[in-house]
């Protein structure tokens, strides 16, 4: 292993639009060297998340922004190689924020959120990276903990297909809501309603969203959870109930963007309906995630959440593999895998 | 009496834009009588607030809006001039939603919101339709309640020397805040600042918005009383703290226009920051009335909190007069004074 290699994608230019595969560069480092206390993870799966295309922007945001020339931020699930720290132990599985790269070291300097994952594991290692880690915790806070939906309400989800998303609807369907999800294709459509149990979808490529909307949310609309902002977010405001609540999970519409973007045209229905928008951001969960895995977890057994990974073979293939999120070209949660689970 | 009319303005077309007089028809009705349980009121003072131009409008709002041919909505303070309810008497005083007219009926069909003053009155009837009316009221729930400001933040209020904004300033500063408020001109300037005790105040019209809220919020904004929406907004969501709450209590910046007003271009702030951005009208906090009328008018008792009149003399004045609630051109709380109080 000491001649092996470390393959690293690092930032080498902030994305004007569109990212482009030469954002990124591709460097071989030596493999790094745990000091006391650290440990030394071979990441197996990356995960990757709109999110990373706020991360390459120098602008105010909920982290700092990657620097050029470093190694790209992602969150991954990895084996530990080799340990220096009493509580991880070699071929423990753990998921952290170790980057797009072959090999990491926990701990030290850098605040990579490791968390060990259990051992042996009870569910396949990829779950940690869809409903029992980052989107899922995403998905059952904002829906729970800021759209507060009760019985009997409407819940809309956009971006429905897509890793967070497609785990509203379905924890909205256990609390007894009704589930609308909006997404861009009808094969997308379908697999919310017959193998999610979603109420009712709608292709927002095709439909006048007006309409659908209104025949999808008869009694209006309770919750709104957002993940894309843009025209979707206005026509939803003209159907918001009084004290409606929009949990605020993300603006992919506007991520690309080159030019500043209006916010919603019918940001008045806000004070119309008294309604509460928030915006959101996992991390600060953090010290509440196991409550979010314990509760998912026991959905997943009882097979009441079903989710779809689209993998990609590879850490080669991230640069390309990130631009699926912003062209709808994927369904469920995108992955690249890095290396073989042992 | 029974020979004297009924003065009233009824609503005669929808502004486009700017509000018109020749928006109101003027009519004489002879005074009404009351049936059993209702009772006859003599509006004294006539409340003009900025939610009249929606109420105007033919729009998806937080009540009906006023139809064409209808009396104009407005909250008066008025004196009953005869009873034929028992729990009310000749010569009480009450406030209500009781319309742009000398005279009005309470109770019966009309949903006017009565409340029953206190007899003596221990501050001047025009309290009423201030400090301890709507507007403050809307001032005390809306910082309290949904902005939640702690000791030591610091709360910015847009049409700070407005009814409500310069209530606001000072419940902020009473909780232990810093209270910074942004108005139209350098004389409103120096009255919150010299008279209401605010920390800061920024005359929009002449400053630097961002450089002037960057020296005047140093610890960033933790509380935004959001009056106006537009412009602002967007220079105020690029100095939000994390966690930041926006109480939306109204949008005037874009009440007269024409053609759709984006949100504000730094929505995705909202999202970066954590922020909760909630609309409200005061009439949902109707039955928590007297717990805000109670502590405002200790603190009023005690000196603390000063608000200023703008009178118009006369119901005939009124078509004109509102007008001055978009044109910047008066201070504090605008007031119509319908017949003398008793």
């Keep these: 292993m000491t001649t092996a290699i470390n393959r690293q994608f690092r930032l080498a230019s902030r994305p004007v639009g569109?990212?482009?595969?030469?954002?990124?560069?591709?460097?071989?480092?030596?493999?790094?060297?745990?000091?006391?206390?650290?440990?030394?993870?071979?990441?197996?799966?990356?995960?990757?998340?709109?999110?990373?295309?706020?991360?390459?922007?120098?602008?105010?945001?909920?982290?700092?922004?990657v620097k050029l020339g470093e190694v790209m931020r992602g969150i991954t699930v990895g084996v530990v190689e080799e340990s220096k720290n009493q509580n991880f132990k070699k071929g423990d599985f753990v998921s952290g924020m170790l980057g797009w790269q072959d090999y990491a070291i926990a701990f030290g300097d850098s605040g990579n959120f490791i968390t060990a994952l259990p051992n042996p594991l009870s569910v396949p290692l990829t779950a940690f990276l869809s409903p029992l880690g980052g989107t899922g915790c995403t998905a059952y806070f904002g829906l729970l903990d800021i759209g507060q939906p009760k019985a009997g309400e409407t819940v809309v989800v956009s971006a429905a297909s897509g890793a967070v998303g497609s785990i509203v609807g379905q924890i909205a369907k256990i609390k007894g809501c009704r589930a609308v999800g909006i997404t861009g294709s009808d094969e997308k459509c379908q697999w919310l309603v017959n193998e999610l149990g979603f109420d009712a979808a709608i292709n927002y490529k095709t439909a006048d969203l007006d309409?659908?909307?209104?025949?999808?949310?008869?009694?209006?609309?309770?919750?709104?959870?957002?993940?894309?902002?843009?025209?979707?977010?206005?026509?939803?405001?003209?159907?918001?109930?009084?004290?409606?609540?929009?949990?605020?999970?993300?603006?992919?519409?506007?991520?690309?963007?080159q030019k500043p973007v209006p916010g919603p045209y019918n940001y008045s229905q806000i004070l119309m309906k008294r309604a509460r928008v928030q915006g959101f951001i996992i991390l600060d969960y953090i010290p509440r995630w196991s409550e979010a895995i314990t509760e998912m977890g026991q959905w997943l057994k009882e097979g009441k959440i079903?989710?779809?990974?689209?993998?990609?073979?590879?850490?080669?293939?991230?640069?390309?593999?990130?631009?699926?999120?912003?062209d709808?070209?994927?369904?469920?949660?995108?992955?690249?895998?890095?290396s073989e689970q042992p």
């Design 18 to 65: 569109d990212i482009k595969e030469s954002d990124f560069e591709y460097r071989e480092e030596p493999i790094p060297t745990p000091k006391e206390g650290e440990i030394l993870i071979r990441n197996i799966y990356l995960s990757l998340d709109p999110t990373n295309r706020i991360w390459m922007t120098d602008a105010e945001q909920y982290m700092p922004p």
């Design 211 to 257: 309409k659908e909307l209104a025949a999808s949310c008869p009694d209006g609309i309770d919750v709104y959870f957002d993940n894309v902002g843009g025209s979707i977010l206005d026509a939803v405001l003209k159907k918001i109930n009084l004290n409606a609540r929009i949990p605020l999970c993300g603006l992919i519409s506007s991520y690309n963007s």
């Design 306 to 326: 079903k989710y779809s990974l689209e993998i990609v073979e590879g850490l080669e293939n991230a640069p390309k593999a990130i631009l699926k999120l912003f």
């Design 328 to 338: 709808g070209n994927k369904n469920g949660k995108l992955i690249v895998k890095v």
